[in-house]
């Protein structure tokens, strides 16, 4: 775990709320603790992107910044998917687990990986041989 993400955990645990990284992790961390069901168990509360920026009254654009910032740190991480007619909002729940927030910031760089990589593919698959673009259209299930 790294020092800001102990600072984070600290203030969000002993309310000396100083960012706004700090306010939304708050939030997650208040709405995970109010549902956990006894004192054995995972948590299991959360709270969607939608309730986060309605209650905390920040654009979309910076809340989503922070919540991927939180997420690429291990400390927060989607725990469903909330149905808004035509859109989607993801729920998050906070974790403090030191082994599962390293399998989350493994999981979440796999996944930026592959994200870039087949972004990679697509934008420059006229300069890749056939073999390759073929090699990642199967590996990745895009195509040209």
Not at 3 to 25: D, H, R, Y
Request: net charge negative; charged share 30%.
């Amino acid at each position: 775990m790294t020092p800001k993400v102990k600072t984070w955990i600290a203030n969000v645990k002993n309310g000396k709320i100083k960012t706004n990284t700090e306010i939304i992790l708050h939030e997650i961390y208040l709405a995970t603790l109010s549902e956990k069901k006894d004192m054995f168990s995972e948590f299991s509360g959360r709270i969607s992107t939608d309730e986060l920026r309605v209650k905390l009254n920040i654009s979309h654009q910076s809340l989503t910044a922070i919540l991927s910032g939180l997420q690429d740190e291990g400390v927060i991480y989607v725990a469903g998917e909330k149905d808004c007619g035509s859109e989607f909002y993801s729920y998050w729940s906070f974790t403090s687990d030191h082994v599962r927030m390293d399998r989350l910031i493994q999981e979440r760089r796999n996944e930026k990986y592959a994200l870039w990589l087949k972004r990679g593919v697509c934008e420059f698959s006229d300069l890749l041989p056939d073999e390759i673009v073929d090699f990642f259209e199967q590996t990745l299930g895009q195509k040209k």
